[in-house]
């Protein structure tokens, strides 16, 4: 590490915990529904056609969205609109109207089998400001994750609504393709990217699967080798152009501390904002963190019986102090002070260390 890079990871960590210390809640994800029209292998969240927890009532969300509104200071607060599938719900369009009427703005997250260009226009109608779009691979790749032949088709047709209308919006509609890359697509990932850059994707945010829920009983870890083939792919793909000069701006997710690779596969330093800046309500009322965070450790309460903002403010102490994390191969980590656990999403408590790092694999292989 240059002593540049150190000056500029100390400014890091004092920005962090001026963030920490203030706790604005920007961004609010709410999973409207554990129901789900795929069954794809690396589900996090082991989502189902059927569900034994019933999807949340618009009205309760909308009651816990005023509250919020009268208590966060952050005005400009984004709602991410997720599941399951949010798009199996059919008043998504009521639901947008109203948090559109509380000022905030609201997304989506998608596998776009359900989008037709109606419902792509009715949600705009309703104010739906930007899309997560998610495509694993190519044809095959993509379908066989998903477990679905007309998945591919169905998410391509859907970005192509979301291009158009981010180029008559630029401002207004903003959306990204996530990919989940595992030891099945990763060989595919450069003609991926040209497909994407062909279909006018912008942004490419790339997730390594991490052992949650469905994925957990499916064995698609990369291995440290193909773990560091993934991080020079996105750091080649940050200075890609295709044999027009079109380019796509790919950076990989908030998963964990990757060292050197800082800054060069990702816009900022690693930082997991989860209870931070990043809070959430579950389909059955919980109060936690980004919907990747699934253990009942992390949940802080519940809008059946809690005021959100008053957990919010109260609350949240294993989030916003991470000393717990500094237990096992953590404790004697000289990277702690940049890493502080990795992710909230690969703990199964708040006693437990990691389930994996990140820059553990890099190191076995002299990254």
Partial sequence: MTFKDWIRRKVFRLYRKSVTAEHELTYLFWECTLRCNLNCLHCGSDCLKKSSVPDMPLADFVHALEGIRKKNPFKNMTVCITGGEPLLRGDLERAGAAIRRLGFNWCIVSNGLLMTESRFSSLVRSGLGGMSLSIDGLEGEHNRLRNNSASFAAVVNAIDLCVAQHEKNPKLFLFDVITCVHSGNISVLPELRDFLIGKGVKAWRLFSIFP??????????????????????IVETRSYRDKVGRSIHASYSCEGYLGDYELKVRDFFFFCR?????GSIMCDGSISACLSVRSSAFVQGNIYKDDFMDVWNSRFDNMRNRSWAKVGKCAVCRNWKWCEGNGLHLHKDDKSECSHCNLEMLSQIGG
């Fill in 212 to 233: 949650n829920g469905r994925a957990a009983k499916n064995d698609l870890a990369l291995s440290p080798s193909e773990y560091m083939k993934f991080m020079d792919f």
């Fill in 274 to 278: 989860g209870g931070i800046n990043i």
